[in-house]
């Protein structure tokens, strides 16, 4: 026995696209002759299409003037509905058509600040010499438990192989030292210091949700590695400000509210503006602690990774703290 499909009420109510479509051009140009030639059709049919459009709705969508048009209440209600509606048919389309085509692409997966602080500065230059390959950045704190249907070809962090079907290259270790405005350097000369630092509003790097991103360095990890016992978590003169957001710290440091720790890879270029300043010469340098270019081994012969491979290792050994030139 055939069972009956009861009427869809949306698409039955649904007004015809064809008619949609001429309404949008013409409320976009508020002109129905250039609405006409947007759509390669005549006025006749925009004016035809919009009376019927109407005639479905029951309600006037535009007030007519001469030559000109202007939507109503009723018209612009609809205008901004329909017209992110197509906008949306048309980039799902572009998806899908781009999708069946042979491009070279490549999904880089990073910390928000190595994305923000490092690539974002850099990538204009590959994008110059390789118009040819689309780069799509995926950022995250969570590098062990990537979101369903993403498969990123690079990672760019501290853990080396982090997966099976992938491979790592040594890049750099972590060299750090502080970091505040040059206004907060003049106002507070015994930063300079050690001892200086100790008392002044500290910037400090949480490990709260960083798990999955490295060992983690804060201000207590760090003065202890220089010899002194500091105990972030103690209240004394000092003021203490937390947070997980690097990015965040570092913002917080250019609009002069303290000193923050900074990793020579991401804040050299803040420096060397001088939107950033040392605080003192003290610096902590982790040779264990190597950042990888991980990749994945299908991806090793893929022409547009190893263009990005070969532009990325060039980049990296150009900073202090590179290993890529003992390889």
């Not at 799902?92 to 994305?115: D, V, W, Y």
């Not at 994008?127 to 990672?155: K, S």
């Not at 040779?287 to 012969?301: C, I, Q």
Request: aromatic letters at 10%; a negative charge.
């Amino acid at each position: 026995m055939v069972k009956h499909v009861e009427p869809d009420q949306i698409l039955v109510k649904m007004p015809s696209l064809r008619a949609v479509k001429s309404f949008v051009a013409a409320a976009k140009y508020q002109n129905f002759t250039r609405a006409a030639e947007a759509l390669c059709v005549t006025q006749a049919a925009i004016s035809r299409q919009i009376r019927e459009l109407e005639a479905s709705l029951g309600v006037e969508l535009f007030k007519r003037a001469g030559r000109a048009v202007e939507l109503t209440e009723a018209g612009t209600i609809f205008y901004d509905a329909a017209y992110l509606s197509f906008v949306n048919i048309a980039q799902a389309a572009q998806r899908i058509e781009n999708s069946g085509k042979q491009k070279q692409e490549l999904t880089i997966c990073c910390s928000p600040a190595f994305s923000a602080f490092w690539l974002s500065s850099r990538l204009p230059s590959f994008f110059a010499a390789n118009p040819d390959i689309d780069v799509n950045v995926v950022t995250t704190n969570n590098f062990l438990q990537m979101e369903p249907g993403v498969h990123p070809d690079v990672f760019i962090n501290k853990a080396s192989d982090p997966r099976e079907g992938y491979h790592s290259i040594p890049l750099f270790y972590d060299l750090i030292f502080p970091v505040c405005s040059p206004l907060y350097l003049k106002q507070n000369p015994e930063i300079a210091t050690l001892e200086g630092l100790r008392h002044t509003t500290l910037l400090n790097l949480s490990p709260y949700g960083r798990s999955q991103i490295a060992e983690h360095v804060d201000w207590g990890v760090w003065f202890n590695t220089l010899g002194i016992d500091i105990d972030v978590g103690i209240e004394g003169e000092r003021h203490l400000f937390n947070a997980n957001d690097y990015n965040m710290l570092i913002q917080m440091a250019l609009n002069h509210q303290g000193v923050s720790l900074g990793w020579h890879q991401l804040v050299a270029p803040m420096i060397e503006q001088g939107w950033l300043v040392r605080a003192g010469d003290a610096e902590a340098r982790f040779r264990e602690k190597l950042h990888y270019l991980t990749y994945s081994e299908n991806k090793k012969d893929n022409e547009a990774f190893c263009t990005f491979r070969d532009w990325f290792l060039k980049c990296i050994a150009e900073e202090p703290t590179s290993v890529v030139n003992a390889e």
